[in-house]
């Protein structure tokens, strides 16, 4: 990175009294943060439940719908743990769908954001800050060997870079307009991202455009043979009936929404190649997959470096960027926005980056196999023992780990979710039918000890559910 010598901020920045300014604000947040050490339920006071209360349904109220959990955060955590504003303290094994995958109130992401306190609050296009430059060059010397990315952009959510990623493959290829996804994929809640998910009731009262076609995702009840022909056949017949409208292949390497569920590294290669073949381009969705399947990106964690022409990513980076090549750079105009990011969130997920390396989490045998490795024989072994009959399938891809609960149906998967915010976990759902329990922990705020911990509060929750589902027919018999 060059060297920008003689600017007011660096000077600014290295002077002593700034740096005693820091060291004592940090200090301070850092000794309030490590006094939460685990989960609790805080105040139970009748006046702190009663406030608490009405803030959540002050907040409901304006915003129009009910939050899926009662949660409000405080705005401070320790690692694993978050703090809700009722005094409560909760293990985040969902960390907002992904952002926080080094946990809360994490001193060298603080540092960064008080770093950046004296810049303007948020950076653009038209007047971009350094931090814009540092993160591109950070995220472009990490795409991994025989990877063609060379350009990339910055925008404020994981759906407006895909949002990105269609214009800009489409401008290439046109007239071709068509996007061939897999089914069960999540792409985005805007007008053309939710016509690429695969979710009609994410769409409800929305128009469609006849825009986007699904093939069969690979299924390992068939195995890859019968995978990969009965793709390469949808696809055949899809290239037939739409002779040379499709633009491109957008895919999940490993589905979130979707349910965790992933392919052998063959099923992508035959696949890709045919897609090469009709002149698609392949464009990856990495926006929650980004950092936590092993390896920065999932598609070096597959070894599909040198297929990928357009690749976004999000969630953890606490930015969100697409990558693309060459050969796909935008034309002046078709590519703006106002907002980047924040100063503080651009230099914080250049930070991210640095901390991945540091710690040693990525690649085969670090922190993220390690941790992950832990969290499914935590499961394996409640599922043969005082879970058994109640957790089903398994699934984990890195920091991706899923269960299913009980039956799969949407009411086991939502009971298991409220008795384990209860109990003190905070997870999601995923999948569509059987459904799974979605974790998505901060494994690079987490040892050993969290994972059992967690695992004995699930094993609380399974129990305490599964001993519920047993008695209610016995209710109806009284």
């Known amino acids: 990175m060059p060297q920008i010598l003689n600017s007011l901020i660096t000077t600014l920045r290295d002077s002593p009294r700034f740096i005693s300014a820091k060291n004592e604000l940090l200090a301070t947040i850092v000794e309030s943060s490590e006094s939460i050490q685990g989960v609790c339920s805080g105040s139970r006071s009748e006046e702190m439940i009663n406030s608490y209360q ?8 304006n915003r129009g719908r009910d939050l899926y959990f009662p949660f409000l955060a405080s705005g401070i955590g320790s690692g694993p743990w978050v703090e809700l504003v009722d005094g409560s303290v909760k293990f985040d094994m969902i960390t ?3 952002i926080h995958f080094f946990g809360h109130s994490h001193p060298a992401l603080i540092e960064e954001m008080i770093k950046g306190l004296p810049g303007d609050i948020m950076q653009g296009n038209l007047e971009p800050g350094i931090e814009m430059n540092d993160l591109l060059n950070a995220l472009l010397s990490r795409v991994g ?35 061939l996804a897999f089914k069960d994929c999540f792409a985005g809640r805007s007008t053309a991202m939710q016509e690429i998910t695969d979710n009609p009731s994410y769409r409800q009262g929305q128009p ?12 390992p009840k ?11 056949g949808e ?3 899809l290239f037939i009936r739409y002779p040379g409208q499709f633009a491109l292949l957008m895919t999940e390497l490993v589905q979130g929404e979707g349910g965790f569920q992933y392919a052998p590294r063959e099923f992508y290669v035959r696949i890709f190649d045919e897609a090469k073949k009709a002149g698609l381009a392949l464009w990856m969705d990495e926006v929650q997959t980004f950092g936590r399947t092993g390896e920065l990106f999932a598609y070096q964690k ?8 357009v690749v976004t990513v999000g969630k953890m980076l606490q930015a969100c960027a697409l990558l693309f090549t060459s050969e796909y ?8 926005g106002t907002f980047s990011g924040s100063t503080a969130a651009l230099r914080t997920a250049r930070r991210v980056l640095e901390l991945l390396d540091e710690g040693q989490f990525l690649g085969e045998g670090g922190r993220i196999d390690r941790l992950s490795t832990e969290f499914v024989h935590g499961l394996e072994a409640l599922k043969s023992s005082s879970c058994k009959g109640l957790i089903g399938e398994i699934r984990a891809v890195g920091g991706m780990i899923g269960f299913e609960p009980l039956n799969g149906t949407m009411d086991d998967v939502k009971a298991v979710l409220m008795k384990l915010f209860d109990l003190g976990v905070v997870a999601f759902y995923c999948g569509h039918g059987p459904y799974l329990i979605r974790m998505l922990p901060p494994l690079g705020a987490m040892e050993s000890s969290h994972v059992s911990q967690v695992c004995r509060i699930i094993e609380q929750a399974l129990v305490a559910v599964g001993a519920q589902r047993r008695a209610e027919p016995l209710k109806g018999k009284v």
């Open 54 to 61: 009405a803030s959540l349904k002050e907040f409901a109220k």
């Open 145 to 179: 060997e025989g990877s063609r990315l060379a350009h990339g952009w910055l925008m404020c959510s994981g759906t407006m870079v895909n949002e990105v990623a269609l214009k800009i493959v489409r401008q290439k290829k046109f007239p071709a307009t068509k996007v």
């Open 222 to 232: 068939l195995g890859l043979n019968e995978s990969i022909a009965r793709t390469l």
């Open 235 to 237: 696809m055949k017949e």
């Open 329 to 336: 750079a935008p034309k002046p105009g078709l590519v703006a």
């Open 208 to 219: 469609t455009y006849g825009e986007a076609h699904y093939l069969s995702f690979y299924d």
């Open 302 to 309: 597959f070894g599909l470096n040198e297929y990928v022409d």
């Open 96 to 98: 907002g769908i992904g």
